[in-house]
């Protein structure tokens, strides 16, 4: 089965840094391109950013207002997706997901996985 | 920057079809595929529509996704509308190496 399980949520005062896990399960990791998405109390979705596998370049990307203090990596000999946080702000209070785009299980089933969320509260 | 705009809300009978619209601020929505995203209260997203009109294995064939060029939209059509239906969409493309989300439409199903 399929499955992304997200963690290390928690509270964080402002100026705080936090590091979220995303431990992958059910495919191959390894070529998955690997998203961070969040979503404000309330609010709707945003993304954060992603990494791409390291065949393509390893590279990531990022949402403006977390560049320059969020940092995706990846650990593929553990099929775990990160998320560190730094100088975290109180409109970085949201429930974090990760997710990959399909993923092809067999010549007919595709899959496209969405974790059940970590909470991030930023508060003094 | 690029941006995408859907109805805040949309809401229709059960067995009836309901469209949601997803329209592209600028270049051509065309260029970059779209994915839709279900979420129920409480609930994590669930994406429903990939690659502008695939659907994951599980959803149903009353989901279906296109692309307008002529309106620079995307489009989610459901239809037989069931209760379960009730929820928010989203929908999400590209700019650029970013990522971009539409901000949402409620769907109520009464």
């Known amino acids: 089965e399929v499955q992304l399980v997200e963690s290390g949520g928690g509270l964080v005062k402002p100026g705080g840094s936090l590091r979220l896990s995303c431990a992958a399960s059910?495919?191959?990791?390894?070529?998955?391109?690997m998203s961070w998405v969040r979503q404000a109390p309330g609010k709707g979705l945003e993304w954060v950013g992603r990494i791409k596998s390291k065949t393509d370049g390893g590279t990531t990307d990022y949402a403006a207002p977390v560049k320059g203090r969020f940092t995706i990596s990846r650990d593929d000999s553990k099929n775990t997706l990160y998320l560190q946080m730094n100088s975290l702000k109180t409109e970085d209070t949201a429930v974090y997901y990760c997710t990959t785009g399909p993923i092809p299980i067999t010549m007919i089933v595709v899959v496209c996985p969405w974790g059940q969320g970590t909470l991030v509260t930023v508060s003094s | 920057n690029f941006m995408l705009t859907q109805p805040h809300s949309v809401s229709e009978s059960p067995g009836k079809t309901v469209t949601i619209s997803c329209t592209g601020s600028s270049g051509s929505i065309a260029s970059n595929y779209v994915q839709w995203y279900q979420q129920r209260p409480g609930s994590a997203p669930t994406t429903v529509i990939y690659?502008?009109?695939?659907?994951p294995s599980g959803v149903p064939d009353r989901f279906s996704g296109s692309i307008d060029s002529s309106s620079n939209s995307a489009s989610l059509t459901i239809s037989g509308l069931k209760t379960e239906d009730e929820a928010d969409y989203y929908c999400?493309?590209?700019?650029?190496?970013?990522?971009?989300f539409g901000g949402g439409t409620k769907l109520t199903v009464l």
């Open positions: 690659e502008d009109n695939q659907r």
């Open positions: 059910g495919f191959t990791f390894s070529n998955a391109w």
């Open positions: 999400q493309s590209y700019d650029s190496s970013n990522e971009v």
